[in-house]
């Protein structure tokens, strides 16, 4: 969920990315996919549904890393909070996930959250709260 202000922009991938993640911001190494593609965990979503879909990295990606950015979003102010939650899949495999905040005006980008070194199969939740007064990415 991208939530800015009063507006909510769900997420779920059944039909297509979304607003907030257009397939020009998917760089290589990820796929659209749900539990059901034979390709390993997860075999199912956050719910426990192996039909719905999700975004996962290829298991033939052959760099360590992959990038996915969001659209442009609006600076946040008192009344327009930015709140993006998003669930991540920690696998048996060793690796950190990294959210970093690109300003517009900058080409640099801060890391905002991350997490790393946790083995184990097993979906996790998260809420990163941005605040921004100039537009940025995620």
Same mark, same amino acid.
């Given at each position: 969920?991208?939530? =800015?202000g009063? #507006?909510?922009? $769900?997420?779920d991938?059944?039909?297509? +990315?979304?607003?907030?993640?257009?397939?020009?911001n998917? &760089?290589p190494g !990820?796929? @659209? @996919?749900?539990?059901?593609?034979?390709m390993?965990?997860?075999y199912s979503d /956050?719910n426990?549904? *192996?039909?719905?879909?999700?975004?996962? +990295? #290829?298991?033939?990606m @052959?760099? #360590?890393?992959a990038?996915?950015?969001t659209n442009v979003?609006?600076p946040?102010d008192k009344? /327009?909070v930015?709140q993006?939650?998003? /669930?991540? !899949?920690? =696998?048996q495999?060793s690796g950190?996930l990294?959210v970093?905040l &690109? $300003?517009?005006s900058? *080409?640099?980008?801060t890391?905002i959250w991350q997490v790393s070194g946790?083995? &184990? *199969? &097993? !979906? $996790?939740?998260n809420?990163?709260?941005?605040?921004s007064?100039? $537009?940025y990415?995620?």
């Amino acid at each position: 969920c991208f939530n =800015s202000g009063s #507006s909510c922009e $769900k997420c779920d991938f059944e039909t297509n +990315l979304c607003k907030a993640l257009q397939e020009s911001n998917l &760089q290589p190494g !990820w796929i @659209r @996919r749900n539990g059901q593609s034979a390709m390993g965990p997860p075999y199912s979503d /956050h719910n426990g549904n *192996d039909s719905a879909y999700f975004l996962s +990295l #290829s298991s033939e990606m @052959r760099s #360590s890393s992959a990038t996915l950015r969001t659209n442009v979003f609006l600076p946040t102010d008192k009344e /327009h909070v930015c709140q993006i939650t998003f /669930h991540y !899949w920690i =696998s048996q495999m060793s690796g950190t996930l990294v959210v970093g905040l &690109q $300003k517009l005006s900058e *080409d640099t980008i801060t890391n905002i959250w991350q997490v790393s070194g946790e083995l &184990q *199969d &097993q !979906w $996790k939740a998260n809420t990163i709260t941005i605040n921004s007064t100039e $537009k940025y990415k995620v």
